[in-house]
């Protein structure tokens, strides 16, 4: 069982920049996948980043590869979504999630309550 709490969120100017935070609670931390999704106002959920157990592999959803930067420290169970050069449509609540494994074949199982990011234009 993991328990994940998302914080950084909020309101920025579109250009601007955002560090979203996510805590896991629970054992064995750097033997989960992790993972951020968002949803925008009326649709549906989807993939931002991804980053492995162990960090060194990462992917991002084509809206915002050199824009986005997934990280984790396992020594403090956080993973990071730095978001750089935000624009109007990333404003979305964010979530962070964690799968047992880092093979696209696994869901993610656990996941957080959301954090809020609005870029105003």
């Known amino acids: 069982q993991v328990h994940l709490v998302e914080t950084g969120g909020g309101l920025v100017q579109a250009g601007g920049s955002l560090r979203l935070s996510c805590e896991a609670s629970g054992r064995s931390f750097s033997s989960y996948g992790m993972g951020w999704f968002r949803r925008a106002p009326g649709k549906e959920r989807l993939f931002v980043a991804a980053?492995?157990?162990?960090?060194?592999?990462?992917n991002y959803a084509d809206s915002v590869k050199g824009r986005f930067t997934i990280s984790r420290d396992n020594a403090k169970n956080m993973v990071y979504l730095q978001m750089n050069s935000l624009k109007s449509e990333d404003t979305a609540v964010y979530y962070c999630?964690?799968?047992?494994?880092?093979?696209?074949?696994?869901?993610?199982?656990?996941w957080g309550q959301g954090t809020q990011v609005t870029v105003s234009s």
């Open positions: 999630a964690a799968r047992p494994g880092d093979s696209i074949s696994i869901p993610y199982l656990y």
């Open positions: 980053i492995s157990r162990s960090g060194e592999d990462t």
